[in-house]
């Protein structure tokens, strides 16, 4: 694992992206060119982290025209992987499938099975995002469990629990959660973290007791906190979202969730300011 895996997988998004970039710069000096997909696709990482969706769309292009033209089948998918989140976080669902389907296919060839978890995992998370909950929760529990890789088992039974309250399966949401929490490294990667308190807190929130929603808003002022603290733009607006659907359940305003569907939207964010619009715009 490279330096600026590491450091990405800890937070440090300066450090992560310097890291790159000297191996970047290393790369293209000794003219290594079949090495030189993998760092441009690390920067598409720290810049996507960061919420930089155009920068991380140029980085991920580039990695993924590098690894085509050297052949790198592994780089290649995990480009397009890159590529995919990018797409469905700007909404674009029906082009993220196509590069999360293209990644899936190689890593199936080349018999990478834990990164082809990672590919279904996407697409789990994608079908929730085309409000196919039903499709979404039979992916994942393809997947589970996973004992042996602690940190995706975290990451898929987290999801699982977010697609069961979907499906108004909160006891079983709030099961998965729990396995989830146990599941995690205590020097694991911050965004497994923070995706296990996002879904306990919406956990916490579908139960509705005064205790349990007082408890929510804890959770997800802390993952906002640490969000904002690191730089890690997708779940400080998760946990703004969250907060905000919380305040208008609670007949405290829509104001909030106002401001982070326009922050949202100003991002690239299309996904996240569609449901915070569905808040402000609720159905019969």
């Known amino acids: 694992m490279n330096l600026g895996d590491v450091r990405l997988a800890l937070g440090d998004l300066e450090g992560s992206r310097k890291a790159y970039q000297e191996a970047l710069a290393l790369f293209e000096k000794n003219n290594e060119k079949s090495k030189v997909a993998y760092p441009l696709v690390g920067l598409g990482d720290v810049a996507s982290a960061t919420g930089d969706l155009a920068a991380a769309t140029q980085y991920y292009q580039r990695g993924l025209s590098a690894a085509r033209n050297t052949g790198e089948k592994h780089e290649t998918a995990v480009a397009l992987s890159g590529l995919g989140v990018v797409q469905m976080r700007q909404a674009n669902f029906a082009v993220a499938r196509g590069s999360f389907d293209e990644a899936l296919a190689l890593r199936k060839e080349l018999g990478e099975e834990s990164a082809e978890g990672d590919s279904h995992l996407q697409l789990a998370e994608l079908a929730m995002c085309e409000n196919r909950p039903s499709d979404a929760e039979v992916i994942l529990r393809d997947l589970v469990p996973a004992p042996k890789l602690p ?13 069961l309250l979907a499906n108004g399966k909160i006891a079983e949401a709030q099961k998965q959660v729990h396995l989830a929490q146990r599941a995690l490294r205590k020097n694991g990667p911050v965004t497994v973290r923070l995706g296990v308190q996002l879904a306990g807190a919406r ?17 997800l002022n802390a993952v906002l906190a640490e969000a904002q603290r690191i730089g890690f733009v997708e779940p400080e607006l998760q946990a703004r979202l969250t907060l905000g659907e919380l305040d208008a359940e609670q007949g405290k305003g829509t104001e909030s969730l106002q401001r982070l569907r326009n922050d949202a939207q100003t991002k690239g964010y299309l996904t996240i300011a569609q449901r915070a619009g569905r808040g402000l715009s609720p159905g019969p």
């Open 203 to 219: 956990v916490l929130a579908a139960m509705k007791r005064p205790a349990d929603l007082g408890a929510s808003r804890r959770e």
């Open 151 to 163: 940190d995706f088992e975290s990451s898929v039974r987290a999801a699982l629990a977010e697609v």
